[in-house]
Structure formats: C-alpha cells, structure tokens
Nanobody
Framework: EVQLQAFGGGSVRAGGSLRLSCTSSGFTVENEDIGWFRQAPGKEIEGIAC???????????EYADSVKGRFTISRDNARNTVYLEMNSLKSEDTATYYC????WGDGCDNFVSYDAFNSRGQGTQVTVSS
C-alpha cells in the first residue's frame, strides 16, 4: 500500500519551531489534497492543516483554529513534498504528527476529521516542553 511518510519531529522548548516534511514514493503530492493530522496520547486524531491539490482552489490552505497563525502548510512540487512549518510551539502541540491524502473527493472541506483521509504512514513525534 502506498503511503505518505512524515518526518522531522523532535523535542523543543515552548516558543520554539520545527518543520515537518511529508513525502511519498507513490503519489504526486501536487495532484492530491494533503492534510496534516496529530494525535496526542489518549486523544482522538485531529486535522490541523490541509492544502488543496493543484488546479483545485489553486492550492488554497486551510487551518484549524488551534494552529492558525502559528503553523504554515506549504508544498514543493519539485521535491514532491508537503511541509508543515510550526512556530510558537506550545506544550499542547505535543503529539504524533501524520500526513494523509483525501479520498472522498471533497478536497480539504472535511480536513478536521481523519474520516475523509487515508494513506498515512508512520508518524513523527513532536514533544514540546515548557
């Protein structure tokens, strides 16, 4: 099964920054609606950002309220990679982060829920200490 792989996590102090990367050997990411998700221990997985595919709403980006203004999703088509730049990190951002592609055909309209997405691979751990 072709999957998207997330990497670039680590441990940082509150207020710090990290950049996560998401890539796939089987998908061309510019042709897919790609979402970033996270799951903290004991909590449900939540969608935090999504970028629309090329030709669909012109690569528009969507963000959950919890990360708006602090996180930025971007796409490098030449590298077949989607990034998540995370700034002003808080302890509540501690989670395992995943990327996935939308398969319902609704683009990023339902990005806050993982139900419309699949193909997430092994995630990357982000730990923010206060």
């Amino acid at each position: 099964e072709v999957q998207l792989q997330a990497f670039g996590g680590g441990s940082v102090r509150a207020g710090g920054s990290l950049r996560l990367s998401c890539t796939s050997s089987g998908f061309t990411v510019e042709n897919e609606d790609i979402g970033w998700f996270r799951q903290a221990p004991g909590k449900e997985i939540e969608g935090i950002a999504c970028v629309w595919a090329r030709g669909s709403r012109d690569g528009r980006k969507e963000y959950a309220d919890s990360v708006k203004g602090r996180f930025t999703i971007s796409r490098d088509n030449a590298r077949n990679t989607v990034y998540l730049e995370m700034n002003s990190l808080k302890s509540e951002d501690t989670a395992t982060y995943y990327c996935a592609r939308e398969y319902w055909g609704d683009g990023c309209d339902n990005f806050v829920s993982y139900d419309a997405f699949n193909s997430r691979g092994q995630g990357t751990q982000v730990t923010v200490s206060s």
